[in-house]
């Protein structure tokens, strides 16, 4: 069974500064997509950013970008410069390709601090 | 706005009632999901639709239902059956590879 493990339940960090979120996942496919979803206390999930498997380079989207590290089936989350708007749930998920089904970890708490 | 509508935002239920929570999407997506929310769980997925007219369990299905009569509409009944029913509800459709979510519905039970 698809598997997705964030190893941290919380995290902080201070304003301006940045933190990596940790997240690593277990298939044994080759064609797979990866997300990383905020939800901020408002409860809305956001998609942050994605990666495609197939793709060597690491995605980027402003201030966040990702490390994946194919081999070693990881997925990190860089936050750069980070902002009080960006205290949230972190999630990271993973979809295999032709699959429905979306498979979530459970969750970064981040709190970023003034 | 193209987008994805939960209501109601927050449901109170006694025990032994049947809910339905509505969700209803202008996305033109096929594909639609409910997914539930616990402190410390993550999203578990309880059901899926592909098409209408046709549906399939998700991972925590037990004491659940659906129906998709209309593409835009994936309404989900917790019936009496579900032991555990307080938690948050999720609602997804899904464009080529992501998944969209609405705002959510917080159901408790009384």
């Known amino acids: 069974a698809q598997t997705v493990t964030q190893s941290q339940p919380e995290m902080s960090v201070q304003e301006a500064e940045t933190v990596t979120l940790s997240c690593t996942y277990d298939?044994?496919?080759?064609?797979?997509?990866l997300f990383w979803y905020k939800q901020p206390p408002s409860r809305q999930m956001i998609l942050v950013i994605r990666q495609e498997a197939y793709k060597q380079q690491n995605a980027t989207e402003n201030r966040f970008s990702v490390n994946f590290q194919k081999a070693a089936k990881s997925f990190s989350l860089k936050i750069s410069d980070s902002q009080l708007g960006d205290t949230a749930m972190y999630f990271c998920a993973f979809v295999e390709g032709g699959s429905e089904k979306l498979v979530f970890g459970k969750g970064t708490k981040l709190t970023v601090n003034p | 706005d193209g987008g994805i509508t939960q209501s109601p935002k927050y449901l109170f239920r006694k025990e032994g009632q049947n809910v339905t929570l509505s969700c209803e999407q202008n996305?033109?997506?096929?594909?639609m999901y409910w997914y539930r929310q616990d402190p410390g769980q993550g999203l578990r997925l309880i059901y899926y639709s592909q098409i209408v007219n046709d549906f399939q369990k998700g991972d925590i299905a037990e004491g659940y239902s659906v129906s998709r009569e209309k593409k835009e509409s994936f309404p989900l009944t917790v019936t009496s059956a579900q032991k555990n029913p307080t938690a948050f509800y999720l609602c997804a459709s899904k464009g080529f590879d992501e998944q969209f979510f609405g705002p959510g519905t917080r159901l408790t039970v009384l």
């Open positions: 298939t044994s496919e080759s064609n797979y997509y």
């Open positions: 996305l033109n997506h096929d594909a």
